[in-house]
């Protein structure tokens, strides 16, 4: 009876609360959030202070004001708009430029790539020149190489160079020519939503095909055939061309018609597609060489093509390896964007520095950069994850 | 009597120079059609170049300002501290090669020596380049006279060592039990790779004084250095997270089992096998922060790129941008280069991958 009692009290006692792992690591969570909330709590009371003491302290309501300021490009913006108006625009011109960029920039860095690997040592190394060169410059020294030393240095823009095209290449921007819709483009609409239908019914019907008979009932060919086929036939049947291609022309000072990119646009351009390139070829090649060689051998004793072990073997299994990487490198491009402000171009970033400097509202205008990024860094890598799932084999 | 070693020889996979050219370069018809198309591009683009730079370029605006983009406005009367700095560098870097070199086995016992040198060097540098308030015979440099490629290896240097343990920390936070800490570091870390550089650096620049009590003030370097803290350790963070994971879970069993405690098993079990595992991504995270120490000139700071901003603004320099600009990308090309080579090195030399 006593023996009992005794062990009983033992075993609670064996523990006590201070050397419990289970009271320890509430505990010292307890205490991490404590400190942290005293911190933050220190940092914010400093700010409150600072900026109230100079009058900037206050809620979103300065973004109703107006700007006054100009932006040199973009959606439509006068300097009478709000400073709301005026974030919009850099929001706009971000985007504008990280879509480009990551097209291009995926061309070239695909190009790339495939070059480093080529059997050919002249494009081998060519490629490999290009790739180390630019992955060990910093991206802001070739940004101002760009502008300052390339574009700013091309002839004025009454001796514009002139591809064809045309094409107006000069210190003052590029123009290119680019299709503009006619008075026929909205009848000709209907003719590409009827092929967009046409093309989905055939895809579903595909899927549904390979899903009953696990093969698929025709060549995805026919897909894009339809589509094709019958934007074709609307495009002869509306009176006149729906697309017409305007093409720039040298008027005065400026260019007239087509599309002009301004030099600020187009050094950014090159410089994030030139930057990122070489990275995403890097991506590219170790996805490539990532695929085992006994998949391509043992293709070839299959007797698939060179270009059907390429299209069926080498590029799926290649492209899940290149996806994750990839997309860090497209979140990397729309990151770096912001070097923008160093040649002057009017990206979110350098939009937010001139508010910053106009009002000193310091947090807010952080607080806006910082949710405008990280809502484009979430929503691209969404996105790229989508795709992902996609892609990756379903490991047996 | 033919040895082994003679009798392996490898063949020939090649019969001379055409035999080469066949191979490599004209084996298919495209590859022949490559060929002749990199050959133009390759000329045209050389002769361009070349005939620029030997017969057009004027690169008095680099010689002249050597010295200013190697230390920026540092008072030339002290530069015999930055050198001093730099043979105590090569110092130790001549002690390390002997006790980690070919005769590494006669010096094994002088490594620790070597390794407390290095750690002793990196506050001494920084003695050594501030000075004393006071002193004589170290009078103090204030970090604003701090510039040039001086400024940028101070800037990389300092932010990297100031990172790692931060970065350490967070991944363990990341990886560890307590949902508080964990979910800490996770926002941590993705907030901070979710927002570009720069606005970590502006943020720093603008918001840090605001933070603290308005007696404390900070400088402009310090500044961009905490900024590139903690810009760098989630980075790194995530770095030292794929070590860990990739330490194998029976090293923490067999660890428990022995009966170390939970430190004990970080510190002398996972975390030397963690570490020497990301050895070759930290040092790429250096590189890209050595570049990215550039992105200060757009807070104003006088690195070497913004030393090339204000050479190219003197009158006298006018229209030499081409010249600065790319003499700069080379500096940045040649340190980058060489750094990103040893890495390679030691990848090798460590065996990573390999066990």
């Known amino acids: 009876m006593a023996q009992t009692s005794s062990v009983s009290t033992v075993s609670r006692r064996a523990v006590p609360p201070w050397r419990d792992v289970r009271v320890l690591k509430i505990l010292s969570q307890i205490v991490f959030t404590a400190l942290v909330i005293a911190v933050a709590g220190l940092l914010y009371s400093n700010m409150k202070r600072g900026l109230e003491s100079r009058g900037l302290w206050g809620g979103f309501g300065f973004l109703r004001l107006e700007a006054g300021f100009d932006i040199g490009e973009g959606i439509a913006y006068d300097p009478s708009d709000s400073y709301a108006r005026a974030f919009l625009v850099g929001v706009v011109n971000t985007l504008r430029v990280t879509a480009v960029g990551i097209a291009l920039a995926t061309i070239v860095g695909v190009m790339a790539g495939v070059a480093r690997l080529s059997s050919n040592w002249l494009v081998n190394k060519l490629a490999s020149v290009y790739i180390e060169g630019i992955r060990n410059t910093p991206l802001l020294v070739q940004l101002f190489v760009w502008y300052f030393a390339v574009i700013m240095k091309l002839p004025r823009i009454k001796q514009s160079k002139v591809l064809p095209g045309p094409i107006f290449i000069s210190n003052r921007g590029v123009a290119l020519p680019c299709p503009v819709p006619s008075d026929s483009f909205n009848l000709w609409r209907l003719y590409l939503l009827a092929a967009l239908a046409a093309a989905l019914t055939l895809g579903i019907a595909r899927a549904r095909g390979q899903q009953r008979m696990g093969r698929p009932p025709f060549s995805g060919i026919w897909v894009g055939a339809a589509f094709v086929g019958i934007a074709a036939l609307g495009w002869f049947l509306v009176p006149g061309s729906p697309l017409v291609l305007d093409r720039p022309s040298l008027q005065g000072l400026n260019y007239r018609g087509g599309l002009s990119l301004t030099p600020e646009f187009t050094a950014l351009l090159v410089g994030l597609v030139v930057y990122t390139g070489a990275f995403i070829a890097e991506v590219v090649r170790a996805g490539i060489l990532a695929v085992p060689r006994g998949q391509i051998e043992a293709a070839r004793a299959l007797g698939l093509t060179e270009s059907q072990i390429l299209r069926l073997v080498i590029f799926p299994q290649a492209l899940r390896v290149i996806i994750p990487p990839l997309t860090s490198q497209y979140l990397n491009l729309a990151k770096n964007s912001s070097l923008a402000i160093a040649i002057g171009f009017p990206d979110l970033f350098n939009v937010a520095g001139t508010i910053f400097n106009q009002t000193g509202r310091s947090l807010q205008v952080i607080v806006i950069i910082m949710a405008s990024y990280l809502t484009m860094s979430l929503f691209t890598s969404l996105l790229m994850n989508i795709y992902n799932r996609r892609v990756q084999f379903v490991e047996r | ?355």
Request: hydrophobic content about 55%; charged content about 15%.
């Open chain 2, 1 to 355: 009597m033919t040895t082994i070693s003679e009798a392996m020889q490898p063949p020939r996979t090649s019969i001379g120079p055409l035999g080469w050219l066949k191979q490599n370069l004209f084996n298919t018809w495209y590859n022949a059609l490559l060929t002749f198309a990199s050959l133009g591009l390759i000329y045209v683009a050389l002769r361009g170049v070349l005939v620029w730079a030997l017969t057009k370029a004027r690169w008095e605006a680099v010689t002249t300002n050597l010295v200013l983009f190697m230390i920026g406005p540092f008072p030339r009367q002290q530069v015999w501290r930055i050198w001093a700095c730099l043979a105590m560098v090569a110092l130790l870097g001549g002690l390390s090669w002997l006790a980690w070199g070919p005769w590494g086995e006669r010096f094994k016992k002088a490594r620790r020596w070597v390794l407390i040198g290095w750690l002793l060097s990196f506050p001494a540098t920084l003695l050594l380049l501030r000075g004393l308030d006071g002193s004589s015979i170290l009078p103090p440099v204030g970090t604003n006279l701090w510039g040039g490629l001086l400024l940028t290896f101070v800037l990389a240097i300092v932010s990297i060592v100031a990172s790692f343990p931060l970065g350490v920390l967070l991944a363990l936070g990341r990886r560890s039990s307590l949902p508080v800490i964990r979910i800490f570091s996770t926002l941590y870390i993705e907030l901070i790779r979710g927002v570009p550089l720069v606005t970590v650096l502006f943020m720093a620049q603008i918001m840090l004084p605001l933070f603290l009590p308005e007696e404390v003030r900070v400088d402009k370097v310090v500044r961009a250095i905490v900024g590139f803290t903690l810009f760098t350790a989630a980075y790194i963070a995530e770095n030292v997270r794929g070590g860990l994971a990739a330490v194998p879970p029976g090293q923490y069993e067999a660890a428990r089992a022995l009966g170390l405690s939970g430190w004990q098993v970080m510190v002398l079990i996972v975390l030397p096998q963690a570490l020497r595992a990301v050895i070759p991504p930290i040092v790429g995270q250096f590189i890209a922060l050595f570049k990215d120490t550039s992105l200060v000139a757009i807070v104003g700071l006088m690195d070497l790129l913004n030393i090339a901003k204000c050479v190219v603004a003197q009158p006298e320099f006018m229209g030499l941008k081409r010249e600065v600009y790319l003499f700069v990308a080379v500096i940045y090309f040649v340190f980058s280069y060489a750094m990103s080579y040893a890495s390679r090195r030691l990848e090798v030399a460590l065996g990573v991958g390999e066990r």
